[in-house]
T-cell receptor, first 114, second 115 residues
Framework: KQEVTQIPAALSVPEGENLVLNCSFT??????LQWFRQDPGKGLTSLLL?????REQTSGRLNASLDKSSGRSTLYIAASQPGDSATYLC?????????????FGSGTRLLVRP | NAGVTQTPKFRVLKTGQSMTLLCAQD?????MYWYRQDPGMGLRLIHY???????AKGEVPDGYNVSRLKKQNFLLGLESAAPSQTSVYFC??????????????FGQGTRLTVV
């Protein structure tokens, strides 16, 4: 059974710091991995999607990497800003069936202090 | 540019009452999902649909029913609400991209409280 873990559960950093959020999954048989951002009381916004054959994806100050063989992904945020404060969720699409459902981690709650 | 729209956004129910949550997507996606989000537990899949007229159980289906009579709509029903169903409910739809990956889009959520 696929399980997704995100460590740490919460993170507080000063503004301007570069930071890394971690995501690990137990089964490397995935279609792809997706990183989401969730603001308090809001829905999920897709940040980056990495195909199983890719190693990384970049969007602005965000860079996501994928090491499928070791079951790990990282989300790198450069020059963090208070506006980056949110919960970050990673999710994988397991290959086991054709429903393309997502298996989520519990998220990392990020606070960027001014 | 609506994407995925959920109705209602908030609801308070008494134990034993029933209700239906509506999800509508305007992106012509085949796949639709209902998740619930509870503190410290991430999102868990309740039911999903791989196309109009089809539904299937997810990880936590007990106490819920769904219907997908039209491709753009996915309804989640609670027949007899229980306090354990207090949660935030998210609807999502997804499609398969040309590169073979699938991308999911989420609604804004429905916050349900059962008292």
């Amino acid at each position: 059974k696929q399980e997704v873990t995100q460590i740490p559960a919460a993170l507080s950093v000063p503004e301007g710091e570069n930071l890394v959020l971690n995501c690990s999954f137990t089964d490397s048989a995935i279609y792809n991995l997706q990183w989401f951002r969730q603001d308090p009381g809001k829905g999920l916004t897709s940040l980056l999607l990495i195909q199983s054959s890719q190693r990384e994806q970049t969007s602005g100050r965000l860079n996501a990497s994928l090491d499928k063989s070791s079951g790990r992904s990282t989300l790198y945020i450069a020059a963090s800003q208070p506006g980056d404060s949110a919960t970050y969720l990673c999710a994988v699409n397991p290959l086991v069936d054709s429903s393309y459902k997502l298996i989520f981690g519990s998220g990392t709650r990020l606070l960027v202090r001014p | 540019n609506a994407g995925v729209t959920q109705t209602p956004k908030f609801r308070v129910l008494k134990t034993g009452q029933s209700m239906t949550l509506l999800c509508a997507q305007d992106m012509n996606h085949e796949y639709m999902y209902w998740y619930r989000q509870d503190p410290g537990m991430g999102l868990r899949l309740i039911h999903y649909s791989v196309g109009e007229g089809t539904t299937a159980k997810g990880e936590v289906p007990d106490g819920y029913n769904v219907s997908r009579l039209k491709k753009q709509n996915f309804l989640l029903g609670l027949e007899s609400a229980a306090p354990s169903q207090t949660s935030v409910y998210f609807c999502a739809s997804s499609y398969t991209r040309r590169d073979g990956s699938t991308e999911a889009f989420f609604g804004q959520g429905t916050r349900l409280t059962v008292v």
